[in-house]
Structures are given as structure tokens and as C-alpha cells.
């Protein structure tokens, strides 16, 4: 009977223990207001398109044309 009250406590205790973990990661995070948006997507986007960030975009030099 003590072995079960133990095993509880434990687990008890383990969750605890990770709640407190996640929520001091959590409370690390920056929070982005809307405002913010449209700069952190834009950089984003740089990034993925293999440029550095600010670097003029190649096919928005070239000119449109209809085939």
C-alpha cells in the first residue's frame, strides 16, 4: 500500500517537476504583436529563398513579360 502512495507521489512530482520546466521555456519566448507581422514574414521569406536578409530579390529586377 505504501509502495502505491509513493509511486503516485513520484509521479506526481515528475509532472511537477516539467510543468515548471515548460513553463519557465515558455515564459522565455518573445511575443510578436500583429504589428510585427509583416516584417518577420518578409524576412522569413529572404531566408527561405536563400538570400540574406535585406538583399534585393532577382526576379523582382526582372521585368514581366507574357509568353
Known amino acids: 500500500m ?3 502512495y509513493a509511486v503516485i ?8 517537476a516539467l ?3 515548460f513553463s ?8 510578436y504583436t ?4 509583416p516584417d518577420l514574414l518578409s ?8 538570400r540574406g536578409v535585406g538583399e534585393p530579390d532577382a526576379l523582382a529586377r526582372e521585368p514581366a513579360t507574357a509568353t
Do not use: C, I, Q, T
Not at 519557465?24 to 511575443?31: F, I, M, T
Open 2 to 4: 505504501a509502495v502505491d
Open 24 to 31: 519557465a521555456r515558455l515564459a522565455r519566448l518573445k511575443v
Open 9 to 16: 507521489v513520484v509521479y506526481l512530482a515528475g509532472m511537477l
Open 43 to 50: 524576412a522569413w521569406r529572404e531566408r527561405v529563398a536563400g
Open 19 to 21: 510543468s515548471v520546466f
Open 34 to 37: 500583429v504589428s510585427e507581422m
